[in-house]
């Protein structure tokens, strides 16, 4: 439930409760869970193996499906609700399936993964968490330090190559020089010996 906070400017603010918080968590994992196991499967339906669930209409999942189980038909909405719990989007290679008519743009479905989102498996649903903010802190903190790593990597490469570059024209300079001095030497030593 909410409880009002009273707020700058005499507006009231509203909070809540962790028990508040921890329904609606606990609403989108088991709605989506049942809106997927209920919904016409040439819109959405689980995976083949059953560990993901593949959204084969994005238009009819988004006005007619999603209305009944949320306050929305905002698709974007949904997805950003499903990466905040951990769901990825998997890949967009085309889907192999056997309900699927010559023709048929495969490629427009969109799966979604999550190891404890699994077909027949609600018992699993309590171990999906949201990210927390710190968590979610941490994934941008860990995409910039891979940014700064590949970076570096660049970096370090650039400068290994211009150490060989520096360290062949050395090389050739030294090879120059000796050869020079082996053909002065030559050239002493036959003066000498006549």
């Known amino acids: 439930m909410a409880c009002s906070v009273p707020a700058i400017k005499g507006t009231i603010v509203r909070s809540y409760s962790k028990s508040h918080r921890r329904a609606a968590e606990t ?61 990825r989007k998997l890949k967009s290679d085309p ?9 048929d743009e ?6 979604f993964y999550h190891c404890n989102f699994q077909k027949d498996r609600p018992e699993l649903l309590q171990s999906i968490k949201r990210a927390t ?3 979610q802190q941490t994934k941008l ?3 910039g330090l891979r940014k700064e790593v590949a970076e570096l990597k660049e970096m370090l490469i ?21 050869a020079s001095l082996t053909a002065d030497y030559e050239l002493l030593l036959a003066s000498v010996r006549y």
């Open 27 to 87: 609403k989108i994992k088991e709605e989506t869970y049942h809106m997927i196991d209920r919904c016409d499967p040439t819109i959405a339906t689980w995976s083949t193996s059953g560990d993901s669930f593949v959204i084969k209409n994005i238009d009819v999942f988004s006005s007619n499906i999603l209305p009944q189980y949320f306050k929305h038909s905002n698709f974007s909405s949904f997805a950003r609700q499903l990466n905040f719990y951990g769901f």
């Open 141 to 143: 903190e860990n995409e």
């Open 158 to 178: 650039k400068m290994q190559r211009d150490s060989d570059k520096k360290i062949a024209d050395v090389i050739f300079d030294m090879n120059r020089r000796f």
């Open 133 to 135: 903010k710190s968590e």
């Open 106 to 111: 495969s490629t427009a479905y969109i799966s």
């Open 95 to 103: 889907i192999c399936l056997t309900d699927v008519s010559p023709g």
